[in-house]
């Protein structure tokens, strides 16, 4: 699939690209016809440096942060992000005037827990949650269902991709959005059109990656 990759730069900065395959993948939740890699914007620190400052520019000055809530596998950005905003004098209760950078742990049956040790990292801080694609908004629920059951007090989502603007009441700042990807479509596994078109999967994804079918 690797000869397939489209690189899309962002609109906002040239450095920050976004890789996409177009064909038929499963996801957890959906079906889609783009599979969107997020490997180098998590990995590579100069796309991550450059992701982290322009989502930075949603919260600077604006937004009370004392914790990123990373999922995805973002951490990497979360660092960075954390960085930018605290340059640039973000606002925070936190009385060590610095912010935590931490990810839940997912228990059986797929929910998300804090351990005791990080539940006062959570407990009372304003939350910004950062993850890499909110399509179905499933993920964004879960998480921020977790973080205001520990006591946190969310402030916003920040994804890579998106594929919606807000989700229970959470505005999600992206990206990256199906505007940047011509013809990009969600569907429902049982309503799939390239499902009942018989058309083959490409690939079964996650956040992670894919693993050919």
């Known amino acids: 699939m690797e000869n397939r990759v489209m690189r899309i730069p962002s609109k906002v900065n040239n450095r920050v690209v976004l890789r996409v395959i177009p064909g038929h993948f499963a996801t957890t939740h959906s079906h889609i016809n783009y599979y969107v890699d997020m490997t180098f914007l998590k990995a590579r620190r100069s796309e991550a440096v450059e992701a982290a400052r322009i989502l930075a520019r949603n919260y600077e000055n604006t ?15 979360g660092a960075y992000l954390a960085d930018e905003l605290t340059r ?6 936190n009385s060590h005037k610095t912010m935590y950078v931490v990810s839940p742990e997912e228990h059986t049956g797929g929910q998300l827990i804090f351990r005791d ?18 399509t179905t908004g499933i993920t964004v629920k879960r998480a921020v269902e977790c973080i205001r059951y520990y006591g946190g007090i969310m402030e916003g989502a920040a994804a890579l991709f998106s594929a919606t603007e807000e989700i229970d009441g959470v505005k999600i700042s992206s990206l990256f959005s199906p505007e940047d990807m011509p013809q990009y479509e969600t569907y429902h596994a049982t309503e799939c059109p390239l ?10 994804v996650n956040s992670y ?4 079918v």
């Open 209 to 212: 990656g894919y693993s050919k």
């Open 195 to 204: 499902c009942k078109r018989k058309v083959k999967l490409d690939a079964i």
């Open 88 to 93: 640039n004098g973000i606002m925070s209760i």
């Open 117 to 134: 040790n990080m539940q006062a990292m959570i407990n009372n801080k304003h939350v910004l949650l950062l993850l890499a694609t909110a």
């Open 63 to 77: 937004t009370y942060v004392d914790t990123i809530v990373c999922m995805d596998g973002c951490e990497i950005i």
